[in-house]
């Protein structure tokens, strides 16, 4: 009875994450403004921007959209994975929805972050005389981090679940 009683309780805690994943839209909106904040100012100084300003403009933007997309996947597989599934009663689903298990996202945030840092590191790399050569030293030595726990993520999952997924 009691033992029936904290499983259903535990089971039902799931729910807790439910407003975590909303405010995750929250974070995706207040990323949309600062896109939109961008594009009018790349479409308000295009013509007196250099091209490495407007290249730099741009990478940022495309940071925004990246950063975007994986709360986007955060956000609706791991809603799916640990709360409860989405149904779509539309014809516009999303065709990794409901495929996306906790190791697959993993590695799908770890391949993010790797797009990521390498576009702030070409943002860097761009701009590369005002930056003293120690701080891009360092802004290679953590990309390459970044890369390596990827890969050694990837590794690690295809060994651990590698009889799984051959079904």
């Not at 259903?8 to 439910?18: D, E």
Request: glycine fraction near 4%; charge should be neutral; avoid cysteine.
């Amino acid at each position: 009875m009691l033992e029936r009683l904290i499983e259903k309780l535990l089971f039902a805690s799931r729910w807790l994450l439910a407003p975590l994943y909303l405010g995750l839209s929250l974070a995706l909106m207040a990323l949309a403004l600062k896109f939109f904040q961008e594009a009018f100012h790349v479409l308000s100084h295009a013509l007196t921007s250099t091209e490495a300003d407007l290249v730099l403009t741009v990478l940022a933007m495309i940071d925004i959209v990246l950063v975007g997309s994986l709360i986007v996947m955060v956000m609706f597989s791991g809603y799916e994975n640990f709360v409860s599934r989405i149904d779509a009663a539309t014809t516009d689903t999303l065709g990794w929805l409901g495929k996306l298990d906790a190791g697959t996202l993993k590695l799908k945030v770890a391949a993010s972050i790797v797009a990521i840092s390498s576009i702030h590191l070409l943002r860097v790399f761009m701009d590369a005389q005002k930056v003293p050569n120690d701080k891009i030293m360092w802004y290679v030595i953590l990309h390459m981090t970044f890369v390596v726990s990827a890969v050694l993520l990837g590794v690690l999952d295809r060994m651990a679940f590698a009889s799984h997924r051959a079904h």
